[in-house]
């Protein structure tokens, strides 16, 4: 025994297919259209033409979002050259304030918990950066022999250690 699709289910299926390919053909065209007026509206900001349609009060706004961008690149800029001198001074003076300000500077720039330890910071480096963690492993160690073996570091040590800091530092 055969089983026969009732008529009304047939017609109903035929009916769905034909609203979906109607549908279909309308976001072409509308596509097609979005896609038309962007090309005329690229052109437009090509030829200038964009900034003579342009109200007077929107031409004001862009321009002046565009000079307080300039301005606060400038103002970061200088920040950025004012945190170098603070960097250099630091580094400059305590082997154990330099390694904690290079410490925090990757923590801060990885999104680290401040709970890490010196060895966990250097495996989890490997993945970030591996760039650095030759570096790090020889600050950590000459750290670690100055905090807690209570050694001194003779001169030319110290002077790689914050040599090798600066270089961290401007890597991250």
Request: glycine letters at 2%; proline letters at 3%.
């Amino acid at each position: 025994m055969d089983y026969v699709v009732p008529e009304y289910i047939l017609l109903a299926n035929l009916f769905i297919v034909i609203v979906i390919a109607i549908l279909l053909i309308i976001i072409v065209f509308i596509c097609r259209a979005i896609y038309k007026y962007l090309l005329e509206l690229k052109e437009e900001i090509e030829e200038g033409g964009i900034w003579e349609t342009m109200p007077e009060n929107v031409y004001n706004a862009v321009s002046n979002a565009i000079e307080n961008v300039l301005n606060q690149t400038k103002d970061i800029e200088e920040k950025e050259e004012e945190d170098v001198e603070e960097e250099d001074f630091e580094i400059e003076n305590d082997i154990e304030k330099s390694y904690n300000f290079l410490v925090k500077k990757l923590i801060e720039r990885f999104n680290l918990s401040y709970t890490i330890t010196p060895r966990e910071l250097i495996e989890t480096l490997r993945n970030h950066d591996p760039s650095i963690v030759d570096d790090l492993i020889f600050v950590t160690n000459i750290y670690e022999i100055y905090e807690y073996g209570n050694k001194d570091v003779p001169e030319n040590t110290k002077r790689m250690y914050f040599d090798k800091i600066k270089k961290i530092l401007s890597k991250i």
